[in-house]
């Protein structure tokens, strides 16, 4: 309860933290199973608090994705949660871009392949970026 009091988890990360602590895996499964039953546990409400959080930090649904992965939430659920919120990721890239490189677009090759790569290590994808270059 003291790990969800501060912050939620998914299933996973929970079962991870109290491996660590060595609790008996079958106290763990029915502690998981208890919490899930009240409504205190859900990987649901965790991939939503995570993808606002993460996108909040100016992070793209690529990154996003693979950072959920990790934190062993179904492919499905992520796919579901990311896309639900699809429009608001080419107004991100946009806010991301400009936070790092100003309101000046980038003028030559060089500096707009410098801008593509940050992006797409923040996790923007193509679709994304291109939509930078149709406004100008």
Known sequence: MDLLARREHSRFELQQKLRKKGSPVFIIEQILAELAAEKLLSDERFVEAYINHRAGQGYGPLRIYQELIERGIAKDLISECLHESDEQWFKLVETVRRKKFGETLPQTLLE????????????????????????E
């Not at 707009?112 to 406004?135: D, H, M, P, V």
């Open 112 to 135: 707009r392949a410098k801008q593509a790569r940050f992006l797409q290590y923040r996790g923007f994808n193509f679709a994304q970026l291109k939509s930078l270059t149709s406004s």
